[in-house]
C-alpha cells in the first residue's frame, strides 16, 4: 500500500529520467518545478515521508530507493549542464547538496511547522517555485531559460 501511495505522488518522468532532446538548463527548471509541485499537493504526506526517513521504518528502504534515484538525476543534470557549458559550479557534490537543502527548505516559513491552515494558493506556489528557480540558477551562473518562469 505505501508503495502505491508513494509511486501515485511521486513525478516519475520529469523528476526521474534525463531527457535526451531537452538542454539541461530547461530540464533543470523542470526538476525544481515538479519537486515542489509534489511536496505542495499534500503537505500531510511530506510529513509522513519525512518522519519515514528520519526514524526506523520497514518502509525507508522505499523513499530511499527512490530518493537516490532523484538526487542521481539531479547529479547527471548537474555534471551534464556543466560539461556543456551552462552550469558553472566547482565542486558537484557540493553544489548537489546546496540545491537538495534548498528544495527541501521550501514551502512556507523555515523551521515553523505547516498545518493546514497554512497551505499555499496555487499563485503562492507559482511564486516559490519561480524565486527557487531563480535562485538556483544564480548560484549556477546560468540564465534562467526563457519562458520557464
Not at 95 to 108: C, E, R
Request: contains cysteine; negative net charge; aromatic residues 10%.
Amino acid at each position: 500500500m505505501f508503495n502505491a501511495l508513494f509511486d501515485t505522488y511521486f513525478p516519475l518522468d520529469t523528476i526521474r529520467k534525463i531527457s535526451p532532446v531537452l538542454r539541461p538548463d530547461i530540464h533543470l527548471c523542470m526538476f525544481i518545478r515538479e519537486m515542489e509541485l509534489f511536496r505542495f499537493k499534500d503537505l500531510e504526506l511530506g510529513a509522513i515521508l519525512k518522519q519515514e526517513v528520519v526514524f526506523p521504518s520497514p518502509r525507508k528502504e522505499v523513499i530511499q530507493s527512490r530518493r537516490n534515484i532523484t538526487w542521481g538525476v539531479l547529479d547527471q543534470l548537474l555534471e551534464l549542464g556543466r560539461n556543456e557549458g551552462y552550469f558553472h559550479f566547482r565542486s558537484l557534490d557540493r553544489t548537489k547538496a546546496f540545491i537538495i537543502g534548498t528544495l527541501l527548505s521550501v514551502p512556507g516559513l523555515a523551521g515553523l511547522q505547516q498545518t493546514p491552515e497554512m497551505e499555499l494558493d496555487e499563485q503562492e506556489q507559482e511564486l516559490i517555485i519561480e524565486d527557487l528557480q531563480v535562485y538556483i540558477f544564480g548560484a549556477l551562473r546560468c540564465p534562467l531559460p526563457e519562458n520557464m518562469h
